[in-house]
């Protein structure tokens, strides 16, 4: 038997699931109740343009009021409003949306629409017992009020409404409220509304007289409506951007190093600022501080699947419609749109620092240290970022000289005397430790780079992997001794049985040390400055730092065979 027909939904099943599972924060009805006002709004402001609305549009700010009293949270637009059919079909029914059929009408003039789904409204029954809407269209029509109190039977009637727009008043359940609270909606404003391109009012302006806060006359707006990342940023200045950092940050005592001015509306849309921040010691406290909107409406401060991940390092904002938002992570990293946005901030990342590499070199030497652990991040992650970090990624010696990877390896060439063999690399990654081993490879005409940062062992062990014939030697490891050779042989012979004690004798100084990884030489016994010599095994010393680092910081790159042991 074939059967055709429709799925049928029936709205009394899906109240419940609504109020608990639309979205699993309750908190978000606020930001849903108040982007359809900003919606209705824009729609306005998009029919005067085309002349289809005459006349002087009033006031179009969107009021939040609390009234304690009735336990009411209201909030009130002087948009497009709603007549009694556009009730019926886009309230009525649940997910249906207008923000399409006013899309295809308007598509050349349209202000950015908020709405996709048709589901956002039903959020407000997450918190309130009973929701009312007054509203009036912008049509010659009479008002009409539409109430429901959380089941599938609503009431329509004829309203006495007389000025333009929506009001929706939800009346908050028990559990809710503490979404009667000033403080409490104040934060909320301040997280989901504080970029919207409408203006928000909550309350009046407060100014402090004879020793308390009391209401001016100036209306209270929460919102700025023309963020930085929105503006042409022909004609921004330094401090435009650096203010914008103290107002997305407003905790942070740093200022931010660089800045990149996201702005594409073609194959994608996207706007945005992203910031290189000063790098504090612990990498992961700076995670995922890059906020996410939708058309000025904030979505997310987790950008991770969405940015690759050495960008979550980065932060700012990023603005797109195109991202889709409801979406599961698993999904958007499979998502076409989301795949070129993240390519593209990549793209734009790499082009940045290698402009200030060409142009302001010494700029980048200055920041570089704090700047590092992005590149190194970015190059061991992205393959398409290596390739292009490879040009401007810098080594810093111990004498806090800076090199490109290609200078480096023409500096060691010319002081290592074997052209054929691997070019070796030495490094330290602690001055003040290392000195006398630092010392000792000057002395024979080496140089030594510093490597102290945290992702700095990865980073070598990447580049040992890409750079032809090339190893990084820790100046202070038993290796080295077949690097450095000694110019003379010592005039003081010992026995093994004295070297055997003397051996005993140090190690018993060094605490905590796993004998068989160290090696106590005295080939240098006579030598005034360095007697004894105490190396470690390179490879072993190495794994266990990359095994030290963070769980979700390790690279687990190969290690080259010469480390084998
Ligand atoms: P969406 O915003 O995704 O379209 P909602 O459930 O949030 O879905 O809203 C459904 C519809 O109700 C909107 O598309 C709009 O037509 C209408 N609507 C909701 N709030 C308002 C309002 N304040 N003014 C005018 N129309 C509104
Ligand atoms: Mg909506």
Known sequence: MIKEGQIGVTTGNIFPIIKKFLYSDHEIFLREVISNAVDATQKLKTLSDVGEFKGDPGDLSVRVVIDKDTKTLTISDRGIGMTADEVDKYINQIALSSANDFLDQYKDNANAIIGHFGLGFYSSFMVSKKVEIVTKSYKEEPAVKWSCEGDPAYKMEEADKTG???????????????????????????????????????????????????????????????PLWKQKPVGLKDEDYRDFY?????????????????????????????????????????????????????????????????????????????????????????????????????????????????????????????LKIFVEYGMLTEERFYDRASKFALLKNTDNKYFTLDEYKALTESSQTDKNSTLVYLYANNKEDQYTFIDAAKGKGYDVLMMDGQLDVHWLGLLEQKLEKTRFVRVDSDTVEHIIEKDEKTSVELSDKEKENLTEAIQSLLPNIDKTEFNVDFKSLGETTRPVQITQNEFSRRMKEMSAMQPGMAFYGEMPDMFQV
């Open 164 to 226: 333009r727009g929506t009001d929706i008043i939800l009346y908050i359940d028990e559990e809710n409220e503490a979404f009667l609270e000033k403080s409490k909606i104040e934060s909320l404003l301040d997280k989901y509304c504080k970029f919207l391109p409408v203006p928000i009012v909550f309350g009046k302006k407060q100014e402090w007289k004879d020793g308390k806060y009391v209401d001016t006359e100036e209306d209270n707006v929460i919102n700025d409506v023309n």
């Open 246 to 370: 103290r107002k997305l940050y407003p905790m942070s005592m740093d200022e931010p190093l660089f800045w990149i001015h996201l702005n594409v509306d073609y194959p994608f849309n996207l706007t945005g600022i992203l910031y290189f921040p000063k790098v504090k010691n612990n990498i992961e406290l700076q995670r995922n501080k890059i906020q996410l909107y939708s058309n000025q409406v904030f979505v997310t401060d987790s950008v991770e699947g969405i940015v690759p991940e050495f960008l979550t390092l980065l932060h700012g904002v990023l603005d797109s419609p195109d991202i889709p938002l409801n979406v599961s992570r698993s999904y958007l990293q499979s998502d076409n749109n989301v795949k070129k946005i993240s390519n593209h901030i990549t793209k734009k990342v790499a082009d940045k620092l290698e402009e200030i590499f060409k142009k302001e070199r010494t700029q980048l030497e200055e920041k570089w240290d704090s």
